[in-house]
């Protein structure tokens, strides 16, 4: 393919965690009374109730994610005097009377994300000492409603690899078991909130980066249209190269419920990323499960699953059947070459951009990383990638023609759960050791949303599925998403198996 894979103390009020990776031998998930926390919207609730303060959540949300992270290592950066001045200021405008959507509630954001005054490394040398004074256009926006930024978490250099691991801060690990992966690139988001420790996070997705550590972790997460979510204050860069539309921000949850609260949020242009246009937002509470038509496949025809994944979709299935939805087994597009040309696109310059980005990091990479610089070939900027635009326009073309049968489409994450690090779902070997996230490439391509669920798990680790649906209609996805849930049980504090 000529590239192996692309993916995806200094400050007073800022520390960073770099300390040597090793599993812990007392391997225990942080539980508080005898179940999941609630969601966003219930902490939200309470807080106008005054049943609890934004001081007082703020604080425990702390306790928590601190405490996980010291089994996790997914925090990189904090700015503990800001978040705790930003929970009394909150505190004071609620006892003015003063309301908004988020107000006083706490979120974590990946560090390829912007937030101003916080570090942000994007897990490269390169950027070890960037502190950013403006913050991406999604954090800005979640500020406006009320959030309050908590801390910045783990994931692979340059958000390019399924395992979170990069040569600053080392190796992030699953909340279940410290052999694993919580994935990547969004792994660090996936792990805290698979341990119940944070309460919403902001991730990006261009091959699976939300969709494959929600699924790992037994969480949600949503990958919106493209074009529905701008990406402006993120790195690396991507909008001006093979990525183009990609690349989409979107939040990672323990309720579908929350996804629905963050996205008309977060949605709709800024007027700087190019592929961010003002697409209508429809509302899930208005969606009759019941009359939608859904199609799903187990299979398609590059990546077999394990049989827990098939009896997770399977069961996906039969839930959206009962809720009273038109179910059918269906076969998929032609989607083999979805890996291979998502590849193709991310290294359509020879990796130019790439190298350029990562200058200042004087070498300093992971293994894996380096292998990925070393399997650049020469800039091939001619007819030739005008060639692989329009092969990726055909696969998008054929996804969504396809996505236009049905108003939801039901399919496996990847091939299996949370693997062993650097290793593949169901061991498969390194040559093919991509072609397990096929199912996650093919509708990264497509350009629709996506929603991963809980439904399933396998030797006592979480299973989650895709629910696609048309590009723009977010709401239906998330009201199947939702039926899904409550179905099936969605996000549940697991035993650990590690102890």
């Not at 393919?1 to 599993?23: E, H, N, S, T």
């Not at 959206?320 to 038109?326: Q, V």
Request: hydrophobic content about 40%; proline content about 7%.
């Amino acid at each position: 393919m000529g590239v192996i894979a692309i993916f995806f103390g200094y400050f007073d009020a800022l520390f960073l965690f770099k300390r040597a990776i090793q599993p812990s031998s007392n391997w225990e998930i942080v539980k508080m009374n005898n179940g999941p926390l609630p969601s966003a919207v219930e902490w939200l609730r309470r807080m106008d109730a005054g049943e609890i303060s934004a001081v007082e959540l703020m604080e425990q949300t702390v306790t928590r994610i601190d405490e996980a992270d010291k089994k996790l290592h997914a925090v990189i950066a904090q700015n503990p005097e800001a978040r705790l001045a930003e929970a009394k200021a909150t505190d004071k405008r609620r006892a003015r009377g003063e309301r908004a959507p988020l107000l006083g509630l706490p979120v974590t954001i990946k560090d390829s994300i912007d937030v101003a005054g916080v570090l942000c490394t994007g897990g490269s040398h390169a950027r070890e000492h960037f502190i950013p004074e403006r913050d991406a256009t999604i954090v800005a926006r979640l500020r406006a409603a009320g959030a309050i930024v908590v801390a910045k978490t783990n994931l692979p250099e340059y958000s390019s690899s399924y395992e979170s691991n990069n040569a600053i801060f080392g190796r992030s690990l699953h909340p279940l078991d410290p052999n694993r992966t919580p994935g990547g690139s969004s792994g660090g988001e996936g792990a805290l909130l698979g341990a119940d420790a944070s309460i919403i996070g902001i991730g990006i997705d261009g091959g699976g980066s939300i969709r494959v550590p929600s699924h790992y972790c037994g969480i949600v997460g949503l990958r919106p249209s493209v074009g529905r979510v701008p990406d402006t204050g993120t790195w690396p860069a991507t909008r001006d190269v093979g990525y183009r539309d990609l690349m989409c921000v979107g939040p990672m949850c323990r309720y579908v419920e929350d996804l629905a609260l963050l996205l008309p949020i977060i949605s709709g242009p800024d007027w700087v990323d190019p592929y961010a246009l003002p697409f209508p937002l429809g509302e899930p509470s208005e969606v009759d499960v019941s009359g939608l038509s859904v199609g799903y496949y187990d299979y398609d025809g590059v990546a077999r699953v394990s049989e827990a994944t098939r009896h997770a979709v399977k069961a996906t299935a039969d839930a959206l059947a009962d809720a009273g939805a038109t179910v059918t087994t269906t076969e998929p597009p032609d989607v083999a070459e979805a890996t291979g040309m998502f590849f193709d696109l991310i290294a359509a310059d020879g990796g130019v951009r790439t190298r350029r980005d990562l200058d200042g990091a004087g070498g300093r990479h992971t293994a894996q990383f380096q292998g990925l610089l070393d399997g650049f070939t020469d800039p091939t900027l001619t007819s030739t990638f005008f060639d692989v635009q329009g092969r990726f326009f055909a696969i998008r073309s054929r996804v969504r023609q396809f996505l236009n049968q049905f108003d939801v489409l039901v399919t496996p994450v990847t091939s299996g759960p949370a693997p062993l690090h650097e290793q593949s779902p169901n061991g498969e070997p390194m040559e093919s050791f991509y072609n397990a996230f096929n199912y996650t490439h093919a509708l990264a391509i497509g350009g629709g949303p996506v929603v991963v669920v809980p439904a399933g798990e396998q030797d006592g680790l979480p299973i989650g599925v895709q629910i696609a649906a048309q590009p723009y209609r977010e709401e239906v996805a998330l009201a199947a998403a939702a039926a899904v849930e409550s179905a099936l049980g969605g996000f549940r504090l697991r035993t650990p198996l590690a102890q």
